[in-house]
Structures are given as C-alpha cells and as structure tokens.
Nanobody, 130 residues
Framework: QLQLVESGGGLVHPGESLTLSCVGS????????IAWFRQTPGKEREVVSC????????KYSDSVKGRFDISRDVPRKTWYLQMHSLQPEDSAVYHC???????????????????????WGQGTLVTVSS
C-alpha cells in the first residue's frame, strides 16, 4: 500500500530556512512523480514543487521559485523540500503527494492541477512568524 509520511515542519522566523522530508513506502521510487503542495484553512491547495521520475525535471510555482528546492534520495525513497527566505505567507500544512507518471509534473501547475494528486500524507505544519 502506497504511503507517504512528511516531517520537518516547525516554527521559524521570516527569512529563515526549513527542510521538509517525505518518506515513501509501498512503491518503488521510480513508480511515481512526487509533488509538494500546501494548504491553509479556507484556501485551495497550492502545488509548490514537483520532481519527475528521472529527477531531472523540477518545477516550481511562481510563489516559491528561487526560494524552494526539491530533491530526492532514491535508495531511501525520501524526497525533500528545502525552503529558504521563508515568509509569513508560506505558513501552511505541507504535503507530499504521488502523481501518476502518465501525467507528470506539468499539469499540476494548471488551475485544476490538484486533481492529478493521487495520494498524499498527513502533512507537516510550517509556521513563519516573528
């Protein structure tokens, strides 16, 4: 059974950095594209980053481009989201999600992109506050 478990969230000050981890089980690392999305109460999910099957394609939303970096450790089936220059508007619950390789990363960043998210973990809370 496919499972994803996120960790690494916490409380940080504006301008600081944080690295989130996502550990997968029940599938091979090259079975799925992995994306990170975030959600805050009353707002829609926002896909912020995605890494393709080969690890070569890495895409980011405009809101985090240049500040966030997605990576992976294939043998450990662990994906990371390094977040730099965090701002209060980055506060959210962050989830990693499996995406069918048939769809890939590109459609995730369309207005209806969240419908391509197949399975995700319980999330980890990131709070950016002074």
């Amino acid at each position: 059974q496919l499972q994803l478990v996120e960790s690494g969230g916490g409380l940080v000050h504006p301008g600081e950095s944080l690295t989130l981890s996502c550990v997968g089980s029940g599938f091979r690392a090259d079975d799925y594209v992995i994306a990170w999305f975030r959600q805050t109460p009353g707002k829609e999910r926002e896909v912020v980053s995605c890494i393709g099957l080969s690890g070569q394609m890495r895409k980011y939303s405009d809101s985090v481009k240049g500040r966030f970096d997605i990576s992976r450790d294939v043998p450990r089936k662990t994906w990371y989201l390094q977040m730099h220059s965090l701002q209060p508007e980055d506060s959210a619950v962050y989830h990693c999600a499996a995406v069918s390789p048939v769809n890939g990363c590109t459609p995730l960043f369309r207005p209806d992109g969240e419908r391509y998210l197949r399975t995700w973990g319980q999330g980890t809370l990131v709070t950016v506050s002074s």
